[in-house]
């Protein structure tokens, strides 16, 4: 019998597990299948840079060689940009492969396109690996899609941030110090760019946000903002509070449009991604009838995403694009005050109509204010941070006095 | 166009929740299955204590009036108990009607047999309800068994022992105390045994065993043990440690055979379970290529568990009948020496060959030992509850020597 033949597009970190992965797990692969499953050829930028791993697989820097193959059953998507990517599968399309990608810039441009285009060829389109890396998210929210209208999720859906954010709190470094670790460590590229400043998770949220509300998020309301004016003054102090900093990804209903988020906030203990430590990734759902799920789990590495892409693998030939559920009148409203924490000379300009609950020293304060009065603040003086989860501050008003 | 016609026995709070979510989202069930979704005919035990919900639904207290409806697509059993649920759903396959089941002692004894029933009569066999309550722990694993081989699952399974725990230790109650509050709060039937003792718990467990490994738990090496000897001196000195109680059950593959154990443990931060409280439910599952994946969400509940059927419900019609991996050689070790703590005399009769790390006070040790060691133990005089996730003793010993 014939196998099944797979051009895999990028050789770096995740196109090496995948490759690794299918070599290891053939038998695994196999009993599904109930054929071989092979890896043809791989499409990298150098071709001298790269030993072939093994004799019969086609090593080119040419995509056309690829795919113009005799064969060619799957494409996987292991490069990373909008270009060439975007091209490659939608020729890969065109010619009736199955094509899965873990490329988030990517999808969260093209997604829709190519989703409907994969849907008039009639071939199955991952993208697992996009978002939380090992973590079956995907799989879990068109699960939940079958019964449930989701109203809300919220995210750390990068893990070099949330490393750094934990690094400063668990190790007392500044916010550079942190980086350097993380990019000694390899979790951060010498351009960290992408991740520090929110970037890699407003991708992720895009693709998130199509998945569950079958549009993208509003530009107007949408907000990107990374975790590079933290300080670890704050971070202590939050931490006297009972709070620690993460850099949250929510995306929402909101009347007819979708608002996406990605900034730091400050999560009380009762959040579900409070505590979200290290690298780890983790998303909480919140949906009609089932309540709140979360998931948690490795959101980037090596056979993480090898996984991820795997699972996609198995449903190759499954043509069910996720069916999203008709839109709505939103069912559920957004909390209309909710806690912040502002650090500055908060007396000289407070939003209008916001209510104080505590001062906690001369220029930190938590008051109760609307997402709209908050957006009004001079931020060239004035830092606020959201607070996510239940927090009731009077509680510990003892130890901020103790602490501060 | 006819509708697609449910039997629903059982009208307790699960079948009074599968009932409504039907009802009220029909809109989204009639987009999904092109037709309507009704339920003809409900099975109480006594048909003067309920009213019809609606004049056209047969209420009957004869399971033969329902299987000899002229159309019966679905049978979904919101009963308890191993019979008569087996016995129907039995009945309902070689009818050629798709079977749904929230059942989970019944599940847990009979649910190999009603696989291959089904598999027999291709029609579809959904048990997301079982286990898990309104997570998605059943497609999760599914999903992930397609790419990964699951070495481990931990999971607290039972949101009234884990409510009891939560209890006793923020409010500093005694395990009757809180058991009282959870009968009140109606966590906690008129008698707990179930929840308490960790047979519920274990029914889940067996299924999840039956999924993950294709076999049962072995009976000699299981271990079933409820929550009732935890007092709430243990609880305070735990707390003073940095850990907690947890009622865990725990399936593992061990040489040949698949151990479960349900019983109290103690959990340290790190460990995926710690953060777990009240009547929530968590599964973390260790799987040889993605790692460690973390659920989390609502176990028990009129619509949580309504949800897990709805989306069984979704799928029936597809009949792939979970996959099971070959049985292979086990490619993990259990840890060798796992910590405990001890409380009771443990001069007097520690196990053989334990290293003491450290004494926390007269009668609280903490020690490495194997498993095997410990079960040597004589438990009328001393009590050792294993220690899960990463714990350095050391860090704490300050903290220790104030509180005890």
């Known amino acids: 019998m014939s196998a099944l033949t797979i051009g895999l597009l990028g050789f770096g970190t995740v196109g090496k597990g995948v490759y690794e992965t299918i070599s290891k797990h053939q038998g695994r692969l196999q009993a599904i299948f109930g054929k071989e499953v092979k890896v043809s050829a791989i ?20 995509f056309q060689e690829i795919i113009e193959l005799p064969k060619l059953d799957v494409v996987i998507d292991a490069i990373v940009g909008r270009e060439p990517g975007y091209t490659y599968l939608r020729q890969a399309i065109l010619r009736g492969c199955h094509v899965i990608t873990a490329n988030k810039e990517m999808f969260a441009f093209h997604g829709s396109e190519l989703a409907r285009l994969a849907k008039e060829h009639n071939v199955s389109l991952g993208f697992e690996a996009t978002v939380g890396g090992g973590i079956p998210i995907i799989q879990t929210i068109k699960q939940l899609l079958n ?40 979790y951060a590229e010498a351009d960290p760019k992408n991740d520090i400043e929110g970037y890699d998770a407003f991708f992720k949220a895009v693709v998130l946000s199509e998945l569950v509300f079958g549009k993208a998020p509003a530009q107007e309301t949408s907000v990107r903002e990374g975790i590079t004016d933290i300080t670890i003054e704050q971070i202590r102090m939050a931490d006297s509070l009972g709070l620690k900093f993460k850099h949250v990804a929510s995306i929402e209903r909101e009347k007819d449009a979708i608002r996406c988020t990605v900034k730091p906030v400050l999560t009380a203990e009762a959040h579900p991604l409070y505590r979200v430590e290290g690298v780890q990734n983790a998303v909480s759902i919140d949906a ?18 090898a996984s991820a892409i795997i699972e996609d693998l198995i449903h190759v030939g499954r043509t069910d694009i996720p069916s999203v559920f008709e839109e709505g ?29 505590s001062k906690v020293s001369k220029d930190v304060f938590i008051f109760k204010a609307s997402l709209e009065a908050v957006s009004l ?22 130890k901020q006095v103790q602490t501060v």
């Open 329 to 357: 009148k939103s069912e559920w409203t957004v909390l209309d005050e909710p806690v912040w924490i502002i650090w500055g000379d908060a007396n000289a300009g407070l939003p209008e109509g916001c209510e104080i609950i």
């Open 288 to 305: 009609d009838i089932v309540g709140n799920i979360s998931l948690q789990g490795p959101g980037a590495g090596m056979f993480p995403t």
């Open 43 to 62: 499409l990298v930028k150098n071709v001298s840079k790269h030993s072939v791993p093994d004799d019969d697989v086609l090593l080119t820097d040419d």
């Open 377 to 398: 603040l001079d931020t060239s003086d004035l830092k606020a941070y959201q607070v996510l989860g239940d927090y009731a501050p009077a509680v510990k008003e003892n």
């Open 147 to 186: 019964a449930n209208k989701i109203e809300r999720i919220e995210g750390i859906l990068n893990g070099t941030s949330n490393f750094i954010l934990t690094s400063m709190r668990e190790e007392n470094l500044s916010f550079e110090e942190a980086l350097k670790i993380a990019q000694e460590k390899g």
